[in-house]
């Protein structure tokens, strides 16, 4: 059980720059528009589920989830 503590602890500490962190993993993979979503643009409303799918496949790649 303190093994998973650890862990989430790393986990949470990273979530805050996962943005950076993925666009550095997969720039030469992502659209102009998935970059400009990790650059910091806003998130219009038909958006949302590009920048969870982004979200996740860092979350999957970082910690093999």
Known sequence: MIAKKVGTLEYIKEV?????????MQKDNLSKQQIELLN????????GM???AM?????????NV
């Open 50 to 52: 590009i920048y969870g």
């Open 55 to 63: 979200y996740a496949d860092w979350k999957r790649r970082k910690w």
């Open 40 to 47: 910091g643009r806003s998130i219009k409303s038909d958006e």
């Open 16 to 24: 805050p720059q996962w943005e950076k962190d993925y666009l550095d």
